[in-house]
Structures are given as structure tokens and as C-alpha cells.
């Protein structure tokens, strides 16, 4: 089976993916929100452009990580398949 420490690896990965996805849409796509909220918390076009390419460059980061944890799984005999998918 998979050793404590890389699935915890493995679940701070996944976490962190969906965090930055999420981040991503959210700076795309913001939520409707009344009026009022709008004027005080809406972020300008180039406030929201800004935010998705930073999510967007830690998300191309993701393959990187995916890549170290198969390393640590083969080190501890757990098959790379696991791992990656």
C-alpha cells in the first residue's frame, strides 16, 4: 500500500490543485453579486487577468509535483500508476 507520508503528499497535491483551480475560475468567472457588494469588492479586469495567470502558472506547476511523488512512490515500491492517476 501507499506509506502515510506520500499519501499525505498525494492529498496536499490534490488539495492544493483544486485550491488553485477554483481560485482560477473564480478570478474568471466571479460570482454574481448585488450592487452594492460589486462597488465595494469587485476586482478590475486587469485585477481579475492578473490573479488567473498567477493560478494559472501554479497550476503548470502540478505536473512537477505529480513527477516528485511518483519519484518518492518508486522509492518506496509503490507502482508509479498509482501515484499518477
Known sequence: DIPDGLFRQMTSCQTAANEFLRQFWSAMYPPPMDA?????????????????????????????????????????????????T
Not at 54 to 82: F, W
Open 36 to 84: 452594492q457588494a460589486q462597488a465595494v469588492n469587485a476586482a478590475t479586469p486587469a485585477q481579475r487577468a492578473a490573479k488567473a495567470a498567477k493560478m494559472i502558472g501554479y497550476v503548470v506547476k502540478t505536473r512537477e509535483k505529480v513527477a516528485a511523488l511518483v519519484n518518492v512512490a518508486r522509492m518506496h515500491g509503490v507502482d508509479p500508476g498509482r501515484v499518477e
